[in-house]
């Protein structure tokens, strides 16, 4: 998007996050399952005998275990293991701020027997899309040969020599005994109706060979039948021995769209740079420049309303995710630098933040409660396994830059 629009389009824009929305409530009656997203709630393991170290799930300040406040089930693309990111925020009031108070985890794992299903259903899925562009490439190729024939067949077997028919010392025409026309030879009308005949039969097939894909088609149901093999049947269970949040939700989730109709006006003067993606503003205060102090106040609003606007088109979201994607920065300060700077390594690939709508939705203390504004996750951009147990489960730390709210002095 430009950034000289000052964030004005006509018509929605779908952007390429996915947002977290809350659904129903996380209950005990709900059998528990590690492939569920949740907000708040006890953790759930991908195997029930290989939980996370607690010294991974502690608050890094005050040394408690904390709750957690994120489950997301985030399996990638061409990987054949499970993939479970956790979020651990510690609600102590005398921790905000503190380094160490939120913290991230990476698990994984994997079932070598699984894998080799998996990777045959690749292999065979590959083959039957391979086939049915053969198929599809025939048809059509089918279909421009019959049309190429229809004008050769209008004309018949018409003599190319236009003077053959006018010779006046050719034989008599008119012999009663000869036959003026080949009773087995079609006539051109009738060639041209089945050369157009031909011409649909070719382009139904065509067609037919584009929707091989159809719900009932065979190659669906060998997809259907070789979907993703669920986990192993364990018996999962929620950690109980771990504290939670007040409340705790399932959580579904829809890509972005923004519209025009949500749009906020801007302080007059300012423009959002929707490149300014790596924690640098860019644009300049139209009015001229002032003293650096007032400048950087108003770099930082610039920021956090590029964050306002954009939430605002969907104001219930609680996640927004997007592997290798870009971060929305809640303000310009040393965490947003540092974030982007990491992404710009290669470091770190981001990939998911909660937003500040998640606080209300586990907890009803708003006075006590969190007050961070987002909590952004990097993780290894080539999403390196960690050493695993005896049930090929494995833990690892991910980064974790916290912006939190602005402190209010009097």
């Given at each position: 998007?430009?950034?000289?629009?000052?964030?004005?389009?006509?018509?929605?824009?779908?952007?390429?996050?996915?947002?977290?929305?809350?659904?129903?409530?996380?209950?005990?009656?709900?059998?528990?399952?590690?492939?569920?997203?949740?907000?708040?709630?006890?953790?759930?393991?991908?195997?029930?005998?290989?939980?996370?170290?607690q010294e991974l799930m502690k608050c890094l300040h005050c040394h408690k275990q904390m709750p957690m406040l994120l489950q997301?089930?985030?399996?990638?693309?061409?990987?054949?293991?499970?993939?479970?990111?956790?979020?651990?925020?510690?609600?102590?009031?005398?921790?905000?701020?503190?380094?160490?108070?939120?913290?991230?985890?990476?698990?994984?794992?994997?079932?070598?027997?699984?894998?080799?299903?998996?990777?045959?259903?690749?292999?065979?899925?590959?083959?039957?899309?391979?086939?049915?562009?053969?198929?599809?490439?025939?048809?059509?190729?089918?279909?421009?040969?019959?049309?190429?024939?229809?004008?050769?067949?209008?004309?018949?077997?018409?003599?190319?020599?236009?003077?053959?028919?006018?010779?006046?010392?050719?034989?008599?025409?008119?012999?009663?005994?000869?036959?003026?026309?080949?009773?087995?030879?079609?006539?051109?009308?009738?060639?041209?109706?089945?050369?157009?005949?031909?011409?649909?039969?070719?382009?139904?097939?065509?067609?037919?060979?584009?929707?091989?894909?159809?719900?009932?088609?065979?190659?669906?149901?060998?997809?259907?039948?070789?979907?993703?093999?669920?986990?192993?049947?364990?018996?999962?269970?929620?950690?109980?021995?771990?504290?939670?949040?007040?409340?705790?939700?399932?959580?579904?989730?829809?890509?972005?769209?923004?519209?025009?109709?949500?749009?906020?006006?801007?302080?007059?003067?300012?423009?959002?740079?929707?490149?300014?993606?790596?924690?640098?503003?860019?644009?300049?205060?139209?009015?001229?420049?002032?003293?650096?102090?007032?400048?950087?106040?108003?770099?930082?609003?610039?920021?956090?309303?590029?964050?306002?606007?954009?939430?605002?088109?969907?104001?219930?979201?609680?996640?927004?995710?997007?592997?290798?994607?870009?971060?929305?920065?809640?303000?310009?300060?040393?965490?947003?630098?540092?974030?982007?700077?990491?992404?710009?390594?290669?470091?770190?690939?981001?990939?998911?933040?909660?937003?500040?709508?998640?606080?209300?939705?586990?907890?009803?203390?708003?006075?006590?409660?969190?007050e961070w504004g987002t909590i952004m996750v990097c993780v290894d951009p080539e999403d390196n396994l960690p050493e695993l147990?005896?049930?090929?489960?494995?833990?690892?730390?991910?980064?974790?830059?916290?912006?939190?709210?602005?402190?209010?002095?009097?």
């Amino acid at each position: 998007m430009d950034s000289d629009s000052d964030f004005e389009f006509d018509s929605d824009y779908e952007t390429s996050t996915y947002l977290g929305f809350v659904d129903e409530p996380d209950s005990a009656e709900i059998p528990a399952s590690p492939l569920d997203t949740r907000l708040g709630g006890q953790p759930i393991w991908l195997h029930p005998e290989s939980p996370a170290p607690q010294e991974l799930m502690k608050c890094l300040h005050c040394h408690k275990q904390m709750p957690m406040l994120l489950q997301a089930y985030s399996t990638l693309e061409d990987k054949y293991y499970d993939r479970v990111m956790y979020v651990f925020s510690c609600p102590e009031p005398g921790c905000r701020r503190q380094p160490g108070s939120v913290r991230a985890l990476r698990s994984i794992r994997r079932d070598p027997e699984r894998e080799v299903r998996e990777k045959k259903r690749d292999a065979e899925l590959k083959k039957i899309e391979e086939q049915q562009q053969k198929e599809k490439d025939e048809a059509r190729a089918r279909k421009r040969e019959a049309m190429s024939n229809i004008g050769s067949n209008l004309v018949g077997e018409k003599s190319g020599n236009p003077f053959a028919s006018g010779n006046p010392f050719s034989a008599k025409s008119d012999n009663p005994f000869a036959k003026s026309e080949n009773p087995f030879a079609k006539k051109a009308e009738e060639k041209a109706v089945e050369a157009a005949e031909e011409v649909k039969t070719v382009s139904e097939e065509a067609e037919e060979s584009e929707d091989a894909q159809s719900p009932s088609s065979p190659t669906d149901e060998l997809i259907s039948s070789l979907q993703k093999t669920q986990l192993a049947e364990f018996d999962y269970k929620r950690d109980v021995s771990c504290p939670k949040f007040q409340h705790g939700h399932y959580l579904y989730t829809e890509q972005e769209y923004l519209t025009p109709e949500s749009q906020r006006a801007l302080p007059e003067g300012i423009k959002i740079d929707m490149e300014a993606e790596d924690g640098e503003t860019t644009d300049e205060i139209a009015e001229g420049v002032v003293d650096k102090e007032y400048e950087k106040l108003v770099n930082v609003d610039k920021l956090f309303h590029r964050f306002s606007d954009i939430v605002e088109h969907n104001p219930e979201q609680v996640v927004r995710y997007e592997f290798k994607g870009q971060p929305l920065y809640y303000a310009d300060d040393e965490v947003s630098k540092e974030v982007g700077e990491l992404i710009k390594s290669d470091k770190k690939a981001f990939e998911f933040q909660v937003m500040p709508n998640a606080i209300s939705q586990v907890s009803d203390d708003i006075i006590n409660g969190m007050e961070w504004g987002t909590i952004m996750v990097c993780v290894d951009p080539e999403d390196n396994l960690p050493e695993l147990d005896k049930n090929n489960v494995g833990y690892a730390e991910e980064f974790v830059g916290v912006q939190w709210e602005k402190e209010h002095k009097e």
